[in-house]
């Protein structure tokens, strides 16, 4: 078995202290005190599983609440929080200089708050410009039902790269 020092931390780690590091990766407080309470997990599989399927399925007001704090997809976050930080590194694929780009991601952006009336989230990590806009493109024939489930698998994704840095820092 290998020594896992960021899993230790975390199975370790107070419950105020787990749940300040969980809420930055997910802003739900069911969720976060679901998989503190979980502690101790036996690897970071295990972890990363419990992040992407605990406290299923979530609520519509639980999604408002975690949109709260994410950005629009192509601009820069205020603040200098943690989460501010993991926005601008997540995004940093997301080309905004490119004027035509930056147009249709400000369009699509409008389209989908008037739509669905809330910011349009995606795990911008590892994704160009192009890839986003096609997503957002895709999205915006969702009905209010389907989208909220893509949200919430959005956030889940996020919520697991976000831990999966924290555990390794």
């Not at 590091?21 to 419990?50: F, H, K």
């Not at 992040?51 to 975690?66: C, F, H």
Request: aromatic share 4%; hydrophobic share 40%; with cysteine.
């Amino acid at each position: 078995m290998v020594f896992d020092a960021g899993l230790q931390r975390f199975n370790e780690a107070s419950q105020s202290e787990a749940t300040e590091w969980a809420r930055i990766c997910l802003d739900i407080p069911r969720w976060a005190d679901e998989l503190v309470s979980a502690r101790p997990y036996p690897d970071r599989a295990s972890l990363l599983t419990a992040v992407r399927t605990g406290a299923g399925p979530l609520s519509a007001e639980e999604i408002e609440l975690a949109l709260a704090r994410h950005p629009r997809i192509g601009e820069p976050p205020g603040g200098d929080g943690a989460e501010a930080h993991l926005a601008r590194s997540e995004q940093s694929n997301v080309d905004s200089s490119d004027a035509a780009a930056r147009k249709r991601l400000t369009d699509g952006n409008r389209a989908y708050e008037d739509k669905f009336g809330r910011v349009f989230l995606i795990r911008a990590a590892g994704r160009s410009t192009s890839d986003v806009l096609t997503a957002l493109d895709r999205r915006l024939v969702n009905d209010e039902a389907g989208e909220l489930a893509v949200v919430a698998k959005e956030l889940r994704d996020i919520a697991a790269l976000r831990l999966a840095g924290m555990l390794d820092a």
